[in-house]
Every structure is written in structure tokens, then in C-alpha cells.
């Protein structure tokens, strides 16, 4: 199992949401558990969203207000993503490095956004299914169905 997918895991039960359909108001008490300051913010354009850390243990996301719910709600996770995998705010990054963490937030956010309890509970039939039921964009979706195959998680 990636080590994305075990933070993720880590994270829901140390929050107790193992159980749950992950909403805002849960990614809201993550986010104030970990004392981050979130705002959403109209960014213009590839920029989705923004995690940055300081030295001194100050963490900020900030989300496009300009997305739909269920992107900005999976670009909260997203960030999330980056807080507990990633060390800071890297400007200057080879691509590399910098796809590999993108990759990591990804996968993050599918398993926090869609647990594998719940996942197992509702059996979706499709990617489509997945995404409307959770309320998440189809290509997050698509992603946790891949993490199901490949991990069973």
C-alpha cells in the first residue's frame, strides 16, 4: 500500500471519520484540528489551490471560489494531501519531485474523501455513480477505483 493511502487512512481514524460520507463540515474539522487557516480565494488561472507552511508551524489552504462544490471540496482535500505528506512550500522544485507529491495529494485525497468502509457500503456501479454519490469530480472518482483494484482499500 502507498504511503498516501496509509496517511490517509492514518488520518480518518485519528479524526473518527473512518465510518463516514466525508462532507465539508468533516474536511472543516480536520482543518481546525490541525489549526490551518482555509479560505477560498478567486484565483485566475491553472492555479486550483494552494497549501503553504512556514518554518514556525503556520499552515494555510486556500481554494478557487471560482470551482464547483465538489472540486473545491476535493481540492481541500488535495491540500490536506500535500499538509500531511509534504514538508512545507517548495517554489523552486524539479518535476520530478513535484509530480510524485501531486501524485501523492491525489491519491490522498481519494481515500479521505470516499473511505473504504463506505466504499464497500454503497458498492457503486460505475465511476459516474462514485462521483455523483460522493459528490466529487468524476476523474477523483475514477482514481479511487484505481486505488480500490490495486490496494483493496
Same mark, same amino acid.
Given at each position: 500500500?502507498?504511503?498516501?493511502? =496509509? ?13 463516514? +460520507? ?16 482555509? +479560505?477560498?480565494? @478567486? ?7 494552494? +497549501?503553504? /507552511?512556514?518554518?514556525?508551524?503556520? /499552515? ?6 471560482? *470551482?464547483? @462544490?465538489?472540486?473545491? =471540496? ?5 491540500? *490536506? ?23 501523492? /495529494? ?9 473511505? @473504504? ?6 458498492? @457503486? ?15 477523483? /472518482? ?12
Amino acid at each position: 500500500m502507498n504511503i498516501a493511502v =496509509k496517511k490517509a487512512l492514518e488520518v480518518l481514524t485519528l479524526h473518527g471519520l473512518l465510518d463516514f +460520507y466525508i462532507d465539508f463540515r468533516h474536511l472543516s474539522r480536520i482543518i481546525d484540528n490541525e489549526n490551518i487557516i482555509f +479560505y477560498t480565494f @478567486p484565483f485566475e488561472g491553472r492555479i486550483k489551490e494552494r +497549501y503553504l /507552511a512556514t518554518s514556525d508551524g503556520i /499552515a494555510q489552504i486556500a481554494v478557487d471560489s471560482n *470551482l464547483s @462544490p465538489p472540486e473545491q =471540496k476535493h481540492m481541500t482535500a488535495h491540500a *490536506l494531501g500535500h499538509h500531511f505528506l509534504h514538508q512545507g512550500n517548495f517554489t523552486h522544485i524539479n518535476d520530478i519531485v513535484q509530480n510524485k507529491q501531486e501524485q501523492q /495529494a491525489e491519491n490522498f485525497a481519494a481515500v479521505l474523501l470516499v473511505p @473504504p468502509p463506505v466504499l464497500l457500503q454503497i458498492q @457503486p456501479s460505475t465511476e459516474c455513480s462514485l462521483a455523483q454519490g460522493y459528490s466529487i469530480p468524476l476523474i477523483l /472518482a475514477e482514481r479511487r477505483v484505481e486505488i480500490y483494484k490495486k490496494h483493496g482499500v
